[in-house]
C-alpha cells in the first residue's frame, strides 16, 4: 500500500509533534529542531515514492533520526570555544568614533585653555596635562624645585577651571 500525496499531508498533521520532539531531544535547539523537522517531511515526500506504506510513523522517526544525526556530524555546525586569551585578541581596543572625537576635542580644549594662561603656569600646564609628563620628571628635566612645581600646577588647575566654565563647550 502506497500512501498517496493527498495522504502524506495527514501524516505530516499526525506526526509533526513527535517528529520535532525527536529532533528537539537530539539538537536541544528549538529552531534547529524546527528546521530538522522541515527538512525530515521535505525528504519524507521527496522520496514518497520509494515508502512501501506499512509503518508511516517508523518511516518518518528514522528520517528524522538520521536527519538529526548528519547535522550533529556536520562540520558547519561544530564551534569551537575560545580561550580567554583568544577572547582578548578580538577586543576592540578603540572606543566608539563618538567617544574618540569626544575624547580629541576635549584634548584640543585643554590645550588651547592652557596656551591662554601666562607663564609659569602655562608651561607647566601644558607639560602636565597636555604632554603627560609627571611633575617629578618636569622637576628633574626642568631642574625647578618639584614644590614649586605642585604649586604652579595647582594654581593653573584653578585658572583653567574658570576659564572652563566661563568658555561655551
Known sequence: MVIQKEQFASC???????????????TKNYFDAEDLAQETFLSAYRHLDSFDGKNPKAWLTAIA???CRDYLKSPSRKTGSLTDEE????????GSPEKELI?????????????QLKEPYKSTA??????????SE????TGQNLKTLETQLYRA????RALWEEEPA
Do not use: H, M, P
Open 12 to 26: 505530516i498533521t499526525k506526526y509533526q509533534r513527535l517528529i520535532f520532539t525527536i529532533c528537539l531531544s537530539f
Open 65 to 67: 533520526a538520521n536527519k
Open 87 to 94: 577572547l582578548g585578541f578580538l577586543e576592540d581596543k578603540k
Open 103 to 115: 575624547e580629541k576635542d576635549t584634548a584640543q580644549r585643554v590645550y588651547d585653555l592652557c596656551n
Open 126 to 135: 601644558t607639560s602636565y596635562f597636555c604632554g603627560n609628563i609627571k611633575l
Open 138 to 141: 618636569l622637576s628633574r628635566d
Open 157 to 160: 588647575k584653578k585658572l583653567l
